[in-house]
């Protein structure tokens, strides 16, 4: 039987338990008591990790751990226990704990690196920037629990890639199919604003994606300027052939790409589904219905 949450602060943030543990709350889709942040294997819907997943505390491990990750699986466990940038690790664990939004105050918060969300395999990658404070860091999933993700989840279900048009929760149902959504910085940032060392330390988890994705990626739709950045330059690690002079990020842009062994993968471009574009109608779902078309 699961312990009964524990009371509750004037802010909605969980007081310490009486003998002294952390606080819990329920996950909204299973119930299951969890502490925030969530540990590695408790059950949290979607973990890939456990408790004994090897964690990457410096830039150097990243590189390590991104080389060493076999399949997607092993990929994501790591990404979800990394913790090689310390102002990252500090605001998402305090975004968990004390920092959380009023009306998500009786739930817990993932407060780890969010993995990517998809099968592997899939023949289309989408690349964002990073995770949303009181959104994947919640729910441990990509662009799930808030208006980001209701845009992307809506029109990819349009576009036949998503089963469900809404993405409340990680464990609500929704999968995706021929389809991976992925980011290049894994942890929420301070204003969303991650720092250039950070998207560095960051980005090997990016290159190994690409390297599993490789063998049958189609196409990569690149969500905002950064997502479009981080994707050539990191393709060009990689060794594919990318057009000179760089291409430009535009709302439905197109840039063909060439892997070493001479497959032809497109990279699109879109403007960020964030409430900056979508209430200001730069972005409207006919613009992202339109270039999901093309993928």
Known sequence: MSPAPHPRSPSGVPRRAPEGGPGTDPHPITGQEFPSPVPPGTGWPGDPAGPQTPVARTP???????????????????????????????????????????????????????????????????????????????????FTGDRSGDWIYAALHRGGYATRATSEHAGDGLELQGIRIVSAVRCAPPQNKPTTVEKATCAPWLHRELE????????????????????????REMGWTVPRPKPRFGHGAQAGLLTPDGRAVRLVGSYHVSQQNTFTGKLTEQMLDAVIAVL
Do not use: H, K
């Open 60 to 142: 150097a491990q990243v590189v390590r751990l991104a080389r060493a990750a076999g399949s997607v699986r092993d990929l994501d466990a790591a990404i979800t226990v990394c913790r090689a940038c310390p102002r990252l690790v500090q605001w998402r664990e305090t975004v968990a704990t004390t920092g959380r939004r009023a009306s998500f105050a009786d739930q817990p918060y993932w407060g780890r690196p969010a993995a990517g969300f998809g099968p592997a395999g899939a023949p289309v990658l989408v690349v964002g920037l990073a995770p949303a404070a009181n959104g994947a860091n919640r729910t441990g999933r990509m």
């Open 212 to 235: 599993l994705a490789a063998p049958v990626l189609r196409s990569i739709l690149a969500l905002g300027s950064i997502g479009w950045d981080a994707t050539l330059r990191t393709v």
